[in-house]
């Protein structure tokens, strides 16, 4: 498959999930419980991305020694908590990264 | 000013201060899509076509580590099954539109366009032409996003390799998520979704790991929000 033509799937996909229910849906064809189980959607997918980029080297394989990415996460998470803040998470989190790999 | 341009204006208003976090969100996808070996024009191909950036930087994760179409295609579906959330609660307020209404405040409900939308249609209810917010705000979102996306393309170019900038992504994703850090059950999903895609990377075929992943987490919510009372 091309790129351009993933690209366009993907862009489908999207837009299908988008509109699915607003074309669809009958009113309260989710139920409350599926509504709940749906809202751990982010917390079920995005750590599958965050937990490999930061355990894993270039290899694939875990690394937990010598890994600056594992203390800069944890700063980037304490911030986070503490400030509910997304640009706040995200830059002290690249400004921890630099410090470790720059400086010491 | 007529009513529809009152309530896209409205819209516009709403959504303003989230865009503070879309801006940098917006450079960094541009910046790794280059440093990724992406064109200029794919990369705005992107942001105009899929315009989702969760989306995107799975797109460009994935990608980059040679994943197959299929598993790219049915990842981006994961991650947009948020999307079908947000329609189940707008729905009622747009059942009364035509189809080719619904098709363009489809392309628009991005997350932070629903998060102020929902608020104005529930209180609104009445207001037949409620539906101009939505596509206010999410045109909001959209401007800011394809500006962005260029000025990361043009940063990319410049922008050292050096800087690792690639650990941006999984801090993007993390910045998303800190506000379940406090409640029990997600953190519980979120050690066990992370778990089983670091350690199941080598093993997990077609680089399957993050949809695998993602549906172990959610067997876990299905089954602890069943025993463990949700504290609202």
Redesign the interface.
């Known amino acids: 498959m091309s790129n351009l033509a993933l690209i366009i799937y993907c862009g489908l996909i999207t837009f299908l999930t988008r509109f699915s229910m607003i074309a669809l849906l009958k009113k309260e064809m989710f139920n409350d419980r599926i509504r709940e189980v749906l809202s751990y959607v982010p917390s079920a997918i995005f750590p599958a991305i965050i937990f490999p980029a930061i355990f894993l080297n270039n290899s694939g394989f875990i690394q937990l020694d010598d890994n600056p990415k594992i203390l800069a996460s944890i700063i980037a998470m304490i911030i986070g908590v503490f400030s509910k803040n997304v640009l706040a998470t995200i830059f002290s989190g690249l400004f921890s990264y630099w410090t470790i790999i720059f400086i010491f | 000013m007529n009513n529809k341009s009152k309530n896209f204006f409205k819209g516009i208003k709403d959504t303003s201060p989230l865009m ?2 879309v801006v ?2 917006g450079i ?1 996808f541009g910046v790794l899509a280059i440093d990724l070996g ?1 064109t200029p024009l ?1 990369t705005i ?2 942001s105009v ?4 950036g ?2 995107q930087i ?2 460009l ?1 994935l990608f980059s580590a040679g994943a197959s ?1 299929f598993v ?2 049915s990842s ?13 609660v ?3 307020h ?2 009364d539109l035509n ?1 080719t209404w ?2 363009i ?3 628009f ?1 991005v997350d932070q366009a629903f998060a102020v939308s929902n608020n104005h249609f529930k209180k609104n209810k009445k207001d037949k032409d409620k539906y101009f917010h939505l596509i206010g705000g999410g045109l909001n979102c959209w401007t800011i996003w394809q500006i962005t996306t260029i000025i990361g393309i043009y940063l990319g170019s410049i922008i050292p390799e050096k ?20 409640k029990f ?2 953190v519980i ?3 066990v ?7 199941g ?2 093993i997990i075929p077609y680089k399957a ?2 949809i695998v ?6 067997f ?3 089954i602890l ?1 069943k025993f463990v009372k ?1 504290k609202l």
Do not use: C, W
Not at chain 2, 213 to 218: I, K, S, W, Y
């Open positions: 503070i976090p940098p969100f960094i992406l794919t191909a992107m076509i899929i315009f989702g969760a989306s799975i797109f994760q179409s790219i295609l981006v579906g994961a991650v947009n099954s948020r999307h079908l959330l947000y329609g189940t707008l729905s009622e747009l059942s189809l619904k098709i405040v489809s392309y409900l800087l690792g900038l690639t650990f941006a992504i999984p801090l993007t994703f993390l910045a998303l998520l800190v506000n379940d850090f406090r059950i997600n999903v979120i050690i979704s992370g778990s089983v895609a670091t350690l990377y080598q790991y993050v992943a993602a549906f172990v987490g959610l876990v919510a299905f929000t949700k």
